[in-house]
């Protein structure tokens, strides 16, 4: 499993790892080893800076530049304060540094092919000001290449965001296991190439210290999926209702395909009667009904699951089918429209929530719903679960999924090609096709984050909405294929 360590988490896990009697010693040299090591197999030997800051992300500095003279590289260290001013294994290592401490300055660019980062790490606690803010611009500044240590100083490890400045490097390396701060932008961005590096912390002490972080990848959610069995039918795949606009009927028209080349067994859409054949032309393979009939299909429990809000319009109407759909405790998937509608009194809608039930929220349709709330995506996501009884998927470049459980998943693809109107319909449409056959909610929505991102990933520029959904096909045979079926032998 991807875990994700909070700082806290990490603090306590080394601390563990030391009573354990693995001395932080030992866990110092191993950190500046990982380092070194990654310099190794990306620089040629060059002119090193160290830049060493006064806690222990100063102390790995010492460490690297250390291993790399030893090894033959012209290395400078700068260190900002005294030596005398280092404790516990920061001073040790300052003591085995045999080359000159410099004071930590601008001058220590100059010159430089290569900087290390070790100003400051997990234990960035202000906005980095002053003198030391203009050493961070004169690294951003200067052509060096920039390895960070454990974190880019000025990047909060929890959040992601910058604290004052902060350095913009072309690779961090961290230790154990990453932050959400090398995943959550920007501070994913300022990581540049991100290496997690085993520095001897036991795999049981991060275990017991039960991370509910992750990195979205198919290892949280593969063995999860719902594959159709040998004589399976289309029912066993599930019946979505997808409730269409009247008007702007594209957007339930993306989501309904993407449920369906999701696994969805069977679609009906149901709209307003003028809009129907809109929805039956463009997509023979769905079923359509006059929306009068909602409330009656939802006694056929059949009806497994129901999508609503891309395209469906804000007010009453769109309201009071929500909260129908809700209080049948039904699989729910709701989207823009279905959000907005309940901008002026979220409570009506957190009160309705009784089955699986995922919110998929942009900033702007996530701040209309749960105002109050301000931090890093994660502890918003978290919170808005918990508050509402939904999985809520925040998205953007670093989409975050949080079940009310406190679980978290962070995307990490890279996928600007996603920013492109009706993307947000097709995640919809692929999340509540995953939901009808039987997936896990969590499982389910980080699925569905993680085959859009890939989607967007693989086909790159050019992209448009309708591309998504055909997608998906190579992709989901992908994880058939790679072994999760049991009964998937041809005979
Ligand atoms: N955990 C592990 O397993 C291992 C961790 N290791 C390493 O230890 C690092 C964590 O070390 P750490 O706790 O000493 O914190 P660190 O980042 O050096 O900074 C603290 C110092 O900075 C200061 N300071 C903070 N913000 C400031 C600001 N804006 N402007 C000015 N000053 C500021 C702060 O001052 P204070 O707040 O006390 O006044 C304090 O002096 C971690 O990132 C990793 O590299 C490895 O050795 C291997 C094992
Ligand atoms: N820069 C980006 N990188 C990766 N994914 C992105 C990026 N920008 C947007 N997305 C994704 O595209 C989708 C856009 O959804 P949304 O804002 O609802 O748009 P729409 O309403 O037009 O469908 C979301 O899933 C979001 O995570
Ligand atoms: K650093």
């Not at 401490?101 to 980095?128: K, M, N, P, Q, Y």
């Not at 209309?368 to 931090?375: E, K, N, Y």
């Not at 693809?413 to 947000?424: D, E, N």
Request: charge should be negative; aromatic fraction near 6%.
């Amino acid at each position: 499993m991807s875990e994700i360590l909070t700082i806290a988490q990490m603090y306590e896990a080394d601390k563990q790892t030391i009573a354990n009697g693995l001395p932080g010693e030992v866990l110092m040299e191993n950190a500046g080893h990982a380092v070194v090591d990654a310099i190794l197999a990306r620089f040629q030997p060059c002119s090193v800076s160290v830049l060493c800051g006064p806690g222990n992300n100063g102390g790995d500095g010492f460490v690297v530049a250390r291993l790399l003279r030893a090894r033959g590289w012209n290395v400078r260290l700068g260190l900002m304060g005294e030596v005398a001013g280092l404790g516990g294994d920061a001073a040790l290592n300052a003591r085995k540094w045999t080359g000159a401490t410099e004071r930590l300055s601008a001058a220590l660019i100059v010159g430089a092919e290569l900087v290390v980062d070790c100003i400051f790490g997990a234990g960035l606690a202000r906005d980095i000001e002053g003198d030391i803010a203009d050493i961070v611009h004169a690294v951003n500044d200067s052509s060096a290449k920039v390895v960070a240590v454990d974190m880019p100083s000025g990047v909060d490890g929890m959040s992601g965001q910058v604290r004052g400045v902060a350095i913009d490097a072309d690779v961090t390396v961290t230790f154990c296991r990453a932050k959400p701060g090398h995943y959550l932008l920007p501070g994913r961005a300022l990581c540049g190439e991100r290496v997690v590096a085993d520095i001897g912390i036991p795999d049981a002490i991060v275990a017991a210290l039960k991370p509910d972080i992750y990195l979205n990848t198919p290892r949280l959610w593969a063995d999860h999926i719902v594959w159709p069995g040998l004589a399976g039918h289309k029912y066993h795949r599930g019946h979505v209702l997808a409730l269409g606009g009247a008007q702007t009927t594209g957007a339930m028209r993306l989501a309904a395909r993407a449920a369906r080349r999701a696994g969805a067994g069977l679609l009906t859409v149901l709209a307003d009667p003028a809009a129907l054949p809109l929805y039956a032309q463009d997509m023979p393979g769905v079923m359509v009904a006059p929306i009068a009939r909602f409330e009656d299909m939802m006694q056929d429990c059949r009806h497994n699951g129901v999508i609503i809000g891309p395209g469906a319009g804000i007010g009453d109407d769109t309201r009071r089918r929500v909260v129908h759909a809700l209080h049948c405790a039904r699989a729910c998937v709701l989207d823009a429209d279905a959000l907005t509608s309940f901008a002026e009194d979220p409570s009506t809608l957190f009160f309705a929530v009784q089955g699986p039930t995922v919110m998929t929220p942009h900033e702007g349709e996530f701040s209309r719903l749960f105002a109050d709330m301000d931090g890093d995506k994660v502890t918003r996501a978290r919170a808005a679960a918990r508050r509402s009884g939904a999985i809520i998927v925040l998205k953007g470049a670093d989409t975050v999924v949080a079940a009310p459980d406190g679980r978290v998943a962070i995307n990490d693809i890279f996928a600007p090609w996603l920013a492109t109107a009706g993307s947000g319909d097709v995640l919809a449409g692929i999340i509540i096709g995953l939901l009808v056959q039987g997936m896990p909610a969590f499982e389910a929505t980080s699925m569905a984050v993680w085959l859009h991102g890939q989607a967007g990933h693989k086909f790159g520029p050019g992209l448009i909405a309708e591309d998504i959904p055909e997608a998906l096909p190579a992709l989901l045979s992908d994880l058939w294929r790679a072994g999760v079926a049991p009964d998937s032998s041809p005979h």
